[in-house]
């Protein structure tokens, strides 16, 4: 893929988003998985993604070591599905001789918005890469870091390279680190999400935590202890809206509390999490259907189930801290919530439940448009109620119901009714974790 052209992301009103960048560079970065349902590859989303099934490949091996059962077969599709990932991660670091060297390309996508349905094979549409990103490159240096933790055992040639990219990755984010990933929205039909954030304490925050848990050196430990985001900081990590890509403390924070190693104050990282966790719980016990997640301003945000996922690995994390079944139980209650009930009765993973959606937003899975297509293969977890509806075919169906009730099962209703990688993940990391229960892990 070549680099996006010149003056590209123009803004209506005359505004080179990317400041006049380009390169001559022209990288494979083939592999990799699809952020949701367009043909883009994004690191920042893949960031996260590729980090929760690592995460969960972490815990089930340190309950294995404590006594539990684990199916060897799921852990090696975790490890392959991470590889493939990883690997296209490492496709999009900017090459020597170019500007921005070392930095990491933020995202590829086509240069306009593919029609629905588009095979990927079939889409006849130039694809680009766009300008790096401090956030990017921060994202890789997190997941590779942990990566080459996690893989250590059954790929050491690999684990090696991911460490070392890591270190690099990291060393590059602090020479540029304020290389922002702008609001792609603003240019017409340029193809593909923006990703933007102008906030990246707390991706510094996940990177300099997996380097240290991966590598126990002091550098690396200052910088944790520097940031915002740590335990006593400033920034707190732990909110009712969940946690997501843009938003990484809480990550950051799970995997010091529940990754053995020599953090001198881990004991209060993990106090920590199990106060976000004696919230959730508390929350959940006050709200119809038994879910966690009670925005302050009382609104549904884009991927309302995925930030539900995301708020029962805090539940989890807590249990593998604490060895207490509560927060066993609030997490299954929570997953009771993905799975039908709710406002709905609807399951919003597709093949579970009596009554669950199979008609998400994807430019492949489009059985809706297309009877030759399949829909969304069994375990794909929908975006969930918005308050937000801003596409016609949601806006139509469901515009003004409360929070729980914005939804509807539509191809077209992208914004409610998406599929995507981060929202997949944390319910592999979820299942995973409760269909493999262990007790407390020192």
């Known amino acids: 893929m070549p680099c996006l052209p010149a003056g590209r992301a123009l803004t209506a009103d005359g505004v080179d988003l990317y400041e006049g960048w380009t390169d001559d560079h022209v990288l494979d970065v083939s592999g990799g998985w699809y952020d949701a349902g367009d043909q883009g590859k994004y690191v920042v989303n893949g960031g996260i993604a590729v980090a929760q099934l690592l995460g969960t490949h972490e815990r089930l091996t340190a309950r294995a070591a404590a006594g539990t059962t684990v199916d060897e077969a799921f852990l090696r599709a975790l490890r392959a599905e991470a590889r493939w990932e990883l690997e296209w991660m490492l496709r999009m670091r900017v090459p020597a001789g170019s500007r921005y060297a070392g930095l990491v390309h933020h995202k590829v996508h086509d240069e306009t ?21 401090t956030a990017a490159t921060l994202n890789l240096a997190a997941a590779a870091a942990q990566g080459a933790r996690v893989l250590a055992d059954h ?31 603003r240019v017409a039909d340029l193809g593909g999400g923006p990703y933007d954030d102008t906030h990246l304490d707390d991706e510094r925050y996940w990177a300099a935590a997996e380097l240290y848990l991966s590598t126990g050196e002091d550098a690396y430990l200052a910088d944790l202890r520097a940031n915002p985001c740590h335990v006593d900081g400033p920034t707190p990590v732990f909110v009712p809206e969940g946690y997501d890509w843009k938003d990484l ?36 016990a006050a709200q119809p ?12 945000d884009w991927g309302s189930t995925g930030l539900v996922a995301n708020l029962l690995t805090v539940l ?68 969930g109620p918005n308050s937000s509806t801003q596409d016609e075919v949601a806006a139509a169906a469901v515009g003004g119901l409360p929070p729980q009730r914005c939804f509807v099962d539509d191809i077209g209703a992208w914004s409610v009714n998406e599929l995507t990688i981060n929202w997949n993940a944390p319910l592999v990391q979820v299942a995973a974790l409760l269909a493999y229960p262990g007790g407390r892990l020192d």
């Open 249 to 284: 403390g809480a990550l950051a924070r799970i995997d010091l509390a529940t990754v053995a190693g020599a953090l001198p104050e881990r004991d209060a990282v993990r106090r920590s999490v199990v106060a976000a966790a004696e919230e959730l719980l508390a929350t959940q």
């Open 155 to 185: 790929d050491e040639d690999f684990a090696a390279e991911l460490l070392s990219a890591a270190r690099e990755a990291y060393e590059a984010a602090l020479s540029h680190p304020e290389v922002l990933a702008p609001d792609t929205n």
């Open 113 to 133: 918005w593919t029609p629905l349905p588009t095979l990927p094979h079939l889409d006849p549409r130039r694809r680009y890469l766009h300008r790096p990103s």
């Open 289 to 300: 259907f038994g879910t966690p997640y009670a925005p302050r301003d009382g609104r549904y």
């Open 316 to 383: 989890l994390a807590a249990a593998d801290v604490t060895g207490e079944d509560r927060f066993v139980h609030g997490a299954l209650t929570g997953l009771g919530h993905l799975l039908g009930r709710n406002a709905l009765g609807v399951s919003y993973v597709t093949g579970y439940g009596t009554r669950s959606v199979h008609h998400q937003h994807s430019r492949w899975y489009a059985g809706q448009l297309d009877p030759t297509l399949p829909d969304p293969p069994p375990g794909t977890l929908s975006g």
